[in-house]
């Protein structure tokens, strides 16, 4: 499938699920998933980071979809939002490894979002959810979702193997998921 018609398609899905359709939204996820991997494994060996490190990338990247989903532009391609949440994601982790990244003004000037002067309520649902989780899952999510801890750094915080703290945060993602869709009207 062409790359265009493949957007596309997760435009369309989107789109739906914005629009309150769960199933359009999972088929978005499931979809982009494989996508997002491999953009991630990419872009990790292109900066010399462990391919182990490309998960976390994936995971912290469908986590932004998730919660920043209702900032894309139904008019406008949804591929390069896409990549721009991955490349923000991989900046984030390079910054907390200490190492310096340049990117050039001009490759992410359409992609720079304007000053948002929302109300803040889209962190105090975040907040609220994730409030409903058992511990150490609350823990977890904070750390590595909201506060863009990494995985071992978490591990080590909370005294569990990297492993656990993969587990226990898809679950809690996937969690998450359910209660907001149990609320989607």
């Known amino acids: 499938m062409k790359a265009s018609m493949r957007e596309d398609e997760w435009a369309s899905w989107m789109r739906a699920a914005i629009a309150g359709d769960a199933d359009a939204y999972r088929h978005f996820l499931q979809a982009l998933t494989p996508h997002l991997r491999a953009m991630a494994r990419r872009r990790c060996e292109q900066m010399g980071m462990p391919r182990s490190d490309a998960e976390d990338l994936v995971q912290e990247a469908l986590l932004t979809i998730h919660v920043k989903r209702g900032s894309w532009d ?7 939002w896409i990549s721009a949440i991955v490349r923000n994601k991989l900046i984030d982790s390079l910054r907390r490894r200490g190492r310096t990244i340049h990117v050039p003004i001009d490759d992410v000037m359409e992609t720079l979002e304007a000053e948002d002067h929302g109300d803040g309520l889209d962190h105090i649902d975040v907040e609220r959810l994730v409030m409903q ?19 071992r750094d978490t591990a080590l915080k909370l005294g569990m193997s990297e492993g656990a703290v993969r587990v226990a945060l898809h679950r809690a993602l996937k969690t998450l ?3 907001y869709r149990s609320e989607v009207p």
């Open 74 to 80: 139904a008019a406008r391609p949804i591929g390069p």
């Open 133 to 151: 989780l058992r511990e150490p899952q609350q823990s977890i999510v904070r750390a590595v979702s909201l506060a863009g801890a990494s995985i």
């Open 177 to 179: 998921a359910a209660l």
